[in-house]
C-alpha cells in the first residue's frame, strides 16, 4: 500500500473542492511550499490541475515544473490531458505518469500514447457507477466496470476515484474488487488510518489524500506508517 499526498491546482493555488464542484473552491496557499512538507515524508505525489480539467487543457504545468525542480519528489499528474501535445510536454518537465481521464476512453489515442511513454495512468472518476467526464461536470453512460474492461488492454494502472465521497471527509466507497494485478490507486473520502486498512484489504495498492491533511483531520506520519504496516504482512 503506498500513500500519495494530493495537491490540487487552480489559478497556481494549492485549493480542493468538495465533490469537484468548481463553486465549492477552498484555497490552502502555496502548492511549492506544501510539496516541500509532503517532500519531507515522501518520494512520491498526485497533482490535479483543476483548470486543466475543466477547460480541456493543462493550465498550471509550470507549478507542476517548479514543484518537480524544487523539491525533487516525483509526481504523478492529471487534468486536462487530451492532446499528445499535453502529454508530451508533461514527460518533458519530468512528471512520472500522465494520468487520463476523458481522452481515456478514445481507444486509439491511448494506445498511441502507451508505444511512445511509459507510466500513463488512466483515472476512472465515478459516479453512480458510471464514468463522468469533462471535468466531472457531465456523467457518461459507460459503466466504470465495462470501461475497466476495455482500458485494461492498454494500461495496467489506474486511479479510482469516488466523486461523491471527494473532498467531503466522510470515508471510502464501499466499492468490491472488479480488477487483477493491475496497480489500483483509489481516491475520495479518505479520512483515517482505518480508510487505508480497508481499501487495502479491498486489494487497493495505494491511496490518495488530499483534504484530511489540510485540515488536520490524520497526519500525514501515521497513515505512513499504517501503509509500512500493511507492505509488512
Known amino acids: ?3 500519495y499526498p494530493a495537491i490540487d491546482l487552480m489559478k497556481g493555488r494549492a ?7 468548481r463553486e465549492s ?3 490552502y496557499g502555496d502548492p511549492v511550499k506544501i510539496a ?4 519531507e515524508l515522501v518520494d512520491k ?15 498550471n504545468l509550470e ?6 525542480e524544487e523539491t525533487g519528489l516525483r509526481v504523478q499528474v492529471g487534468g486536462g490531458f487530451r492532446t499528445y501535445e499535453a502529454v508530451m510536454k508533461a514527460y518533458e518537465i519530468g512528471v512520472e505518469n500522465v494520468i487520463l481521464g476523458t481522452k481515456a476512453l478514445d481507444t486509439a489515442f491511448l494506445e498511441r500514447l502507451t508505444d511512445e511513454f511509459g507510466g500513463i495512468t488512466v483515472s476512472l472518476d465515478a459516479k453512480d457507477g458510471k464514468i463522468a467526464v469533462k471535468g466531472w461536470v457531465e456523467e457518461g453512460s459507460i459503466k466504470v466496470r465495462d470501461a475497466f474492461e476495455v482500458l485494461r488492454n492498454y494500461v495496467n494502472r489506474f486511479v479510482y476515484t ?4 471527494d473532498g467531503t471527509l466522510t470515508g471510502v466507497d464501499e466499492i468490491g474488487r472488479f480488477w487483477g494485478d493491475e496497480e489500483f490507486i483509489y481516491a475520495g473520502g479518505v479520512s483515517s ?5 480497508r481499501l487495502a484489504e479491498r486489494g487497493f495498492s495505494g491511496v490518495i489524500v488530499g483534504k484530511a491533511l489540510y485540515e488536520g483531520v490524520v497526519k500525514l506520519e501515521d497513515l505512513l506508517e499504517v501503509a509500512k504496516c500493511l507492505r509488512r504482512g
Request: proline share 2%.
Open 1 to 3: 500500500m503506498e500513500v
Open 15 to 21: 485549493v480542493r473542492l468538495y465533490r469537484g464542484k
Open 25 to 27: 473552491v477552498k484555497v
Open 36 to 39: 516541500q512538507g509532503f517532500a
Open 45 to 59: 505525489i498526485h497533482v490535479v490541475d483543476l483548470d486543466g480539467a475543466f477547460e480541456g487543457q493543462p493550465r
Open 63 to 68: 507549478v507542476v515544473e517548479r514543484i518537480i
Open 162 to 165: 469516488s466523486i461523491e465521497r
Open 193 to 197: 488510518a482505518e480508510d487505508v486498512v
